[in-house]
């Protein structure tokens, strides 16, 4: 095969796999806001109707872009920002369903991302006390309060999990 046949060749494969990316990124999307869960590969397999291979091929492309991150043991879906996959600090309500975030700044992202009302249930970081902080018409209402980040965002995907 000549170098210019190979070129195109990647280039093709690269189209392929941006375009399934985007595709099984946005059925995680679809999947979470309806559920309030993220879906395993073997899920958006099915949905998608494409072997199980391709999907975690897939999930670790948009993990290496950030666009996901994984489980380290299971390479399952931890994190669809602003999404959480499992229970946090950081619970969000809007009508009848409920997301989890890793952060104050991920809960308040969820209201955003879904342009909905949302009551975010927390706690303070520092004495444990209950907080409940509103988000009405994009806006979050005035609380009592500091959102404090103990680590700047240019080292978040250092550690995601302790971030």
Do not use: N
Request: with cysteine; aromatic share 8%.
């Amino acid at each position: 095969m000549h170098e210019q046949d190979k070129a195109v060749r990647r280039r093709d494969e690269s189209t392929a796999f941006a375009s399934l990316d985007r595709r099984v990124r946005l059925r995680i999307y679809r999947d979470i806001v309806s559920t309030g869960r993220a879906p395993q590969a073997e899920q958006v397999a099915a949905r998608m109707k494409r072997p199980v291979r391709d999907i975690r091929e897939s999930f670790e492309r948009l993990e290496a872009g950030h666009a996901i991150t994984l489980e380290k043991d299971t390479r399952e879906i931890l994190r669809a920002a602003p999404f959480w996959a499992s229970p946090t600090a950081f619970q969000v309500e809007s009508g009848r369903r409920s997301w989890w975030a890793s952060c104050i700044w991920d809960a308040l992202g969820v209201p955003a991302m879904l342009g909905r009302d949302a009551r975010i249930l927390t706690a303070c970081g520092c004495c444990g006390e209950a907080m409940t902080l509103r988000v009405r018409r994009g806006k979050l209402e005035r609380a009592r309060g500091v959102i404090h980040f103990a680590v700047p965002a240019r080292r978040w995907y250092e550690d995601l999990v302790f971030t």
